[in-house]
């Protein structure tokens, strides 16, 4: 059994992602278009300038919110000997998940199923504020699991103490207990996980292994979505269409802003996989083995963002001058950032090496990959761009790398090895080479007349541009410091922007630019001291990217930028030297 959890006291998701802060200072969200959202110079930057935001999205005072959380696991396993050539290792693992829930009772999470659009309040049109008086401004919020407050609570959250209690809009929060709900708010899930692997030697030198098993990651309390952060708790709103110099300036008297609000998905599942291999290891002369392994990975319910609260696709275009909160489909509410299982993967290798142990001063071994890996989404905190179309988001994932070779050594120096204070050096190294990792083409502005745009971590690509044939990649290219229009291109492709109320929905356009690989070379040089049998001193020279190979960057992914597709940078592998002295006993 694990009992686990958190004291959350910085609710703050600190990568701003659309429709979040990343401070109590506030969140100005500027783009090109700020379609349906008034005038705009069409150039983000210049918007900057001119002080007109699309956004300004700002949290209040910080919540202490302690989670809490078990888990119960259980396992049988059994060893077979069939034959002194075969032996078979089975199990079953039994896993009951469960999530967290808060100690005094302050988080919250929106539930679409409680929600009544027949109490919801009404929404100003023009600025998307919400009319007080006209109906319940936390209209499906819920906290989970409990009647009251708990007395642990008085004095600690605003609240549950009786002289601060009116917190929802000036009235009490006693409209969101929902004891009838699990208290953890997601649903508990029994997995069982079934695993067997055998090895039969076919020769006296060569063994064949495999294995296949079923397997359940238990997602941790997450960095993107805060119950303990969402309103009443840590006040969090958004208001859309404002001068720098005034955000709340459309907040006026009987007003108040949309909440935002981040949940979970009361279905949510814990990420499952099942993986399997088949490996062939022969013994070869000067004491090394070669092995040969086939590796497969197939996972569900991964975890990625959606926003529930999207507007549908051209809403804002078929609706010139009204507000994008007067458009959702939950009226009351901002964005409402939904964490949903419902992310696939894949992953298949082959995995070669051989292996030479340290015999008479020296080892070695080199390996080679070749694997391909596919998803629907890479990170939990992805946001998706269309919440009600994702097809073309399954494509290569975000940490893809097709081929990687890793070199290791080990040379004892054999000069005056005998001689404890000259001799005994040794050198070690290793080297690895990879090709590099892809990643997507598109801008944070909003073609689709939607109100917003996606996130991934491969930098924000918002709203996917059209690709226009297929994309070449110039291998080595680099553009210098102040590359522009005419300077040599890592890779080119026609890419055009989609057309006006739609998303991009080309298959494969999420990660479709393979970017630079690298190369990365260590070398270091030691020596022991022995001042007894149980004691003694190491020193160590170790060299890291000893040659200072230039690693180049990423390439520039902004189609309606002058550097499109060049590459001004090299990454921050650099060369570093280091002497250390280490005393053993």
Same mark, same amino acid.
């Not at 935002?260 to 490996?279: C, D, E, G, H, R």
């Not at 009204?322 to 964490?339: C, D, H, M, S, T």
């Given at each position: 059994?694990?009992?686990? +959890?958190?004291?959350?006291?910085?609710?703050?998701?600190?990568?701003?992602?659309?429709?979040?802060?990343?401070?109590?200072?506030?969140?100005?969200?500027?783009?090109?278009?700020?379609?349906?959202?008034?005038?705009?110079?069409?150039?983000?930057?210049?918007?900057?300038?001119?002080?007109?935001?699309?956004?300004?999205?700002?949290?209040?005072?910080?919540? @202490?919110?302690?989670?809490?959380?078990?888990?119960?696991?259980?396992?049988?396993?059994?060893?077979?000997?069939?034959?002194?050539?075969?032996?078979?290792?089975?199990?079953?693992?039994?896993?009951?998940?469960?999530? =967290?829930?808060? @100690?005094?009772?302050?988080?919250?999470?929106?539930?679409?199923?409680?929600?009544?659009?027949?109490?919801?309040?009404?929404?100003?049109?023009?600025?998307?504020?919400?009319?007080? +008086?006209?109906?319940?401004?936390?209209?499906?919020?819920?906290?989970?699991?409990?009647?009251?407050?708990?007395?642990?609570?008085?004095?600690?959250?605003?609240?549950?103490?009786?002289?601060?209690?009116?917190?929802?809009?000036?009235?009490?929060?006693?409209?969101?207990?929902?004891?009838?709900?699990?208290?953890?708010?997601?649903?508990?899930?029994?997995?069982?996980?079934?695993?067997?692997?055998?090895?039969?030697?076919?020769?006296?030198?060569?063994?064949?292994?495999?294995?296949?098993?079923?397997?359940?990651?238990?997602?941790?309390?997450?960095?993107?979505?805060?119950?303990?952060?969402?309103?009443?708790?840590?006040?969090?709103?958004?208001?859309?269409?404002?001068?720098?110099?005034?955000?709340?300036?459309?907040?006026?008297?009987?007003?108040?802003?949309?909440?935002?609000?981040?949940?979970?998905?009361?279905?949510?599942?814990?990420?499952?996989?099942?993986?399997?291999?088949?490996?062939?290891?022969?013994?070869?002369?000067?004491?090394?083995?070669?092995?040969?392994?086939?590796?497969?990975?197939?996972?569900?319910?991964?975890?990625?963002?959606?926003?529930?609260?999207?507007?549908?696709?051209?809403?804002?275009?078929?609706?010139?001058?009204?507000?994008?909160?007067?458009?959702?489909?939950?009226?009351?509410?901002?964005?409402?950032?939904?964490?949903?299982?419902?992310?696939?993967?894949?992953?298949? %290798?082959?995995?070669?090496?051989?292996?030479?142990?340290?015999?008479?001063?020296?080892?070695?071994?080199?390996?080679?990959?070749?694997?391909?890996?596919?998803?629907?989404?890479?990170?939990?905190?992805?946001?998706?761009?269309?919440?009600?179309?994702?097809?073309?988001?399954?494509?290569?994932?975000? =940490?893809?790398?097709?081929?990687?070779?890793?070199?290791?050594?080990?040379?004892?120096?054999?000069?005056?090895?005998?001689?404890?204070?000259? %001799?005994?050096?040794?050198?070690?190294?290793?080297?690895?080479?990879?090709?590099?990792?892809?990643?997507?083409?598109?801008?944070?502005?909003?073609?689709?007349?939607? +109100?917003?745009?996606?996130?991934?971590?491969?930098?924000?690509?918002?709203?996917?541009?059209?690709?226009?044939?297929?994309?070449?990649?110039?291998?080595?290219?680099?553009?210098?410091?102040?590359?522009?229009?005419?300077?040599?291109?890592?890779?080119?492709?026609?890419?055009?922007?989609?057309?006006?109320?739609?998303?991009?929905?080309?298959?494969?356009?999420?990660?479709?630019?393979?970017?630079?690989?690298?190369?990365?070379?260590?070398?270091?040089?030691?020596?022991?001291?022995?001042?007894?049998?149980?004691? +003694? =001193?190491?020193?160590?020279?170790?060299?890291?990217?000893?040659?200072?190979?230039?690693?180049?960057?990423?390439?520039?992914?902004?189609?309606?930028?002058?550097?499109?597709?060049?590459?001004?940078?090299?990454?921050?592998?650099?060369?570093? @030297?280091?002497?250390?002295?280490?005393?053993?006993?």
């Amino acid at each position: 059994m694990e009992y686990s +959890g958190e004291n959350d006291g910085d609710q703050i998701n600190v990568s701003t992602v659309p429709g979040g802060a990343s401070n109590q200072n506030g969140t100005f969200t500027f783009t090109d278009g700020r379609t349906g959202l008034g005038a705009t110079s069409s150039i983000g930057l210049a918007n900057m300038a001119l002080g007109l935001a699309d956004s300004y999205t700002e949290i209040g005072p910080r919540s @202490l919110t302690i989670f809490r959380g078990i888990m119960h696991e259980a396992f049988a396993q059994d060893s077979w000997k069939v034959s002194d050539k075969l032996h078979v290792e089975y199990g079953l693992r039994w896993t009951l998940a469960t999530g =967290f829930h808060a @100690l005094w009772g302050n988080n919250d999470y929106f539930s679409g199923a409680l929600y009544n659009p027949a109490t919801a309040p009404q929404v100003n049109s023009t600025t998307g504020n919400v009319i007080l +008086g006209t109906g319940n401004p936390y209209d499906g919020v819920v906290i989970p699991g409990i009647s009251s407050f708990p007395s642990s609570a008085v004095g600690r959250v605003l609240a549950a103490t009786p002289a601060t209690a009116n917190q929802c809009d000036g009235a009490p929060c006693t409209g969101l207990f929902a004891p009838n709900l699990n208290k953890n708010y997601i649903a508990n899930t029994n997995y069982f996980q079934p695993r067997v692997g055998i090895a039969y030697q076919l020769t006296p030198k060569t063994v064949l292994r495999a294995g296949i098993g079923e397997f359940v990651t238990r997602m941790p309390l997450l960095d993107n979505i805060f119950p303990g952060g969402n309103s009443p708790f840590q006040p969090f709103v958004t208001v859309n269409n404002v001068s720098v110099d005034n955000p709340p300036a459309s907040v006026t008297t009987g007003t108040a802003a949309p909440l935002t609000i981040t949940t979970l998905n009361p279905n949510l599942k814990q990420p499952q996989a099942w993986n399997w291999n088949v490996t062939v290891q022969r013994q070869l002369p000067i004491h090394s083995v070669l092995t040969v392994a086939y590796v497969g990975h197939r996972g569900t319910h991964g975890w990625q963002v959606y926003d529930i609260n999207e507007p549908t696709v051209g809403a804002l275009l078929a609706n010139p001058g009204v507000n994008v909160n007067a458009l959702r489909p939950y009226k009351g509410f901002a964005a409402i950032q939904e964490e949903e299982s419902v992310v696939n993967s894949t992953y298949k %290798g082959l995995q070669l090496s051989w292996e030479r142990r340290f015999t008479n001063g020296s080892s070695f071994g080199v390996s080679y990959t070749l694997s391909k890996s596919m998803d629907n989404g890479s990170n939990y905190r992805d946001i998706a761009p269309d919440t009600y179309n994702t097809s073309n988001l399954w494509g290569p994932s975000e =940490f893809d790398v097709h081929h990687i070779v890793i070199i290791n050594y080990i040379y004892a120096l054999p000069f005056m090895k005998n001689n404890k204070w000259i %001799g005994g050096w040794s050198i070690a190294g290793t080297a690895q080479f990879q090709t590099g990792t892809p990643c997507g083409i598109g801008t944070n502005n909003d073609f689709a007349g939607a +109100g917003e745009y996606g996130s991934f971590g491969c930098g924000s690509e918002g709203q996917f541009w059209v690709l226009n044939g297929p994309v070449s990649i110039n291998t080595g290219a680099y553009a210098g410091p102040s590359g522009n229009a005419s300077s040599v291109k890592y890779f080119t492709v026609n890419a055009t922007a989609p057309p006006t109320g739609t998303f991009n929905l080309q298959p494969g356009v999420r990660d479709s630019i393979y970017q630079p690989g690298l190369q990365d070379w260590n070398i270091s040089l030691f020596k022991t001291f022995k001042v007894n049998e149980r004691a +003694g =001193f190491q020193f160590r020279a170790e060299c890291y990217d000893c040659p200072n190979h230039p690693n180049l960057g990423g390439p520039n992914l902004n189609p309606t930028s002058s550097q499109f597709g060049e590459i001004t940078g090299k990454t921050g592998l650099v060369r570093a @030297l280091q002497l250390s002295l280490r005393f053993y006993f």
